[in-house]
């Protein structure tokens, strides 16, 4: 059960697309189309963003899309806005009914 | 509204126990596998264990396998985490969150601290 890797952080400014990526193996990430995104703003629970890999849950902007390649999971942001400041954490499903975060990473927008 | 307030955090000694719990409202309870995820001060989020909708199938991190057991009431439409042999490293927000089908987190509680100090 070792976390996901994903990069500490990453910046954009207003405008712009971001993408962060998430590393698993074969066990997790790229054995399951069970990768999740959330969106977590200091002080306060985290957020759904992304299920599935790429569906997006009512009320999430459509700025916001998931992909899946092998091993890698990705969050696109679109159009950045100052509100995406907050730091992201992606999940996968990882066999025997458990689960696995990834590191996180926190967005800067300039 | 799906609405899931957890309770029960608090400091306890190091080897200690603790029962936390997670009321939830505004869904058909005994529906859904339920889910607690911690993060320690200034972490990131960790998984911890799962309990399916009948509460017979309950699966746990390894590291707290064996020290915590998550159960659930659907009667009372609660879900718990009692923990034991408390370790510093436990010190953590813990978050119940509804499982979205499957294994992605549809919906958060507020947390609770627990904080294991001597």
């Known amino acids: 059960q070792s976390a996901l890797t994903q990069f500490r952080s990453v910046s954009g400014s207003p405008g712009q697309s971001v993408t962060i990526s998430c590393t698993g193996t074969?066990?997790?990430?790229?054995?399951?189309?069970?990768v999740s995104w959330y969106q977590q703003h200091p002080g306060k629970a985290p957020k759904l963003l992304i299920y599935?890999?790429?569906k997006r849950p009512s009320g999430v902007p459509d700025r916001f899309s998931g992909s899946k390649s092998g091993n890698t999971a990705s969050l696109t942001i679109s159009g950045l806005q100052a509100e995406d400041e907050a730091d992201y954490y992606c999940?996968?499903?990882?066999?025997?009914?458990?689960?696995?975060f990834g590191g996180g990473t926190k967005l800067t927008v300039l | 509204e799906v609405q899931l307030v957890e309770s029960g955090g608090g400091l306890v000694q190091p080897g200690g126990s603790l029962r936390l719990s997670c009321a939830a409202s505004?869904?058909?309870?005994?529906?859904?596998?339920m889910h607690w995820v911690r993060q320690a001060p200034g972490k990131g989020l960790v998984w911890v264990s799962r309990?399916?909708?009948?509460?017979?199938?309950?699966s746990y991190a390894d590291s707290v396998k064996g020290r915590f057991t998550i159960s659930r009431d659907n009667a009372k439409n609660t879900l718990y985490l009692q923990m034991s042999s408390l370790r510093a490293e436990d010190t953590a927000v813990y978050y119940c969150?509804?499982?979205?089908?499957?294994?992605?987190?549809?919906?958060w509680g507020q947390g609770t601290l627990v904080t294991v100090s001597s």
């Open positions: 309990i399916n909708s009948d509460g017979s199938s309950p």
């Open positions: 074969s066990s997790d990430v790229g054995g399951y189309n069970y």
């Open positions: 599935d890999v790429s």
């Open positions: 969150a509804r499982d979205g089908s499957y294994y992605f987190h549809a919906d």
């Open positions: 999940c996968s499903y990882a066999g025997r009914y458990t689960v696995v």
């Open positions: 505004g869904f058909t309870f005994s529906s859904y596998w």
